[in-house]
């Protein structure tokens, strides 16, 4: 049987995979690669927020996983296995960025006495973002940046990946009450984080339905303002016909008095 012809099983049958991977097979580890990417991907972009650096790091825990499969004990879980490599290589990934950050210095920087400014990456939302579909998404993925790594990575694996608490408890190497523990402070944290975004959201919302509502409102007005056009013979503009409106509005009723005044005027003259 073929390399690909066994893989139609290995979905099913880690233990097989894991023999293969084992043994050196580059097909079973095509499989593992095209299989777990997008989700070590993934959660690695959860840890550290920036597309590029996630997948240089997402890059290594396979080239790590490649060299450390012998190591790696049966009956164990192949996935979990990867997203402890993947939690490590992202803290060890945000570890360096911290230590080297300072010396990251701006092509574009003008030299002031001889140093250069230190330019900051910019990881926040940009306008065209804010305005697009998933600006709630950038600002979930700006508030996680701010949570703890250590209740970030917790949050991650069970609210985002979807795990249960005990593989969440096997990445992270510790007890399933601390996993608790740990989801429990980061979704509170994120919390805190995210109630003034969604409150300012909220705000904006309101005050675009209320925009939204005035423009209706004028659109009314002047559709009543064409109606009366038409109705008046069609002779006159819109415009026109509002000058008309507004000089009956404002001008003075007549009386009876003034209405037969005329009238009498005539009757008098020989």
């Known amino acids: 049987m073929s390399d690909w012809a066994s893989a139609l099983s290995w979905g099913n049958d880690e233990s097989e995979l894991v023999t293969e991977l084992q043994a050196g097979s580059e097909t079973a580890f095509d499989w593992l690669v095209n299989h777990y990417h997008a989700p070590v991907y993934n959660l690695i972009l959860g840890m550290l927020g920036d597309t590029a650096d996630s997948a240089d790091a997402a890059q290594e825990v396979f080239l790590k996983a490649f060299k450390g499969i012998r190591s790696f004990r049966q009956g164990s879980s192949l996935k979990t296995w990867l997203y402890r490599i993947a939690i490590r290589e992202a803290l060890n990934h945000r570890r360096w960025f911290k230590r080297h950050n300072q010396k990251n210095v701006s092509i574009d920087a003008e030299p002031a006495e001889g140093c250069a400014p230190i330019e900051i990456e910019d990881l926040s939302a940009s306008p065209f973002e804010q305005l697009a579909a998933h600006e709630i998404q950038v600002a979930v993925q700006g508030a996680l940046q701010q949570v703890p790594d250590v209740f970030r990575s917790a949050v991650i694996l069970r609210d985002i990946e979807g795990l249960s608490y005990e593989e969440v408890a096997e990445v992270l190497e510790c007890s399933v009450g601390t996993v608790k523990s740990r989801i429990l402070r980061g979704r509170r944290s994120l919390k805190e984080i995210l109630q003034p975004l969604l409150a300012e959201k909220s705000l904006e919302n309101k005050a675009a339905e209320r925009d939204t ?57 020989p």
Do not use: D, F, K
């Open 213 to 269: 509502q005035t423009s209706e409102t004028h659109w009314h007005r002047a559709e009543e303002v064409r109606q009366a056009a038409a109705i008046a013979g069609g002779t006159n503009s819109p415009h026109q016909v509002g000058l008309q409106l507004a000089y009956v509005r404002v001008s003075t009723p007549e009386t009876a008095e003034s209405m037969t005044r005329p009238q009498t005027a005539r009757e008098e003259q």
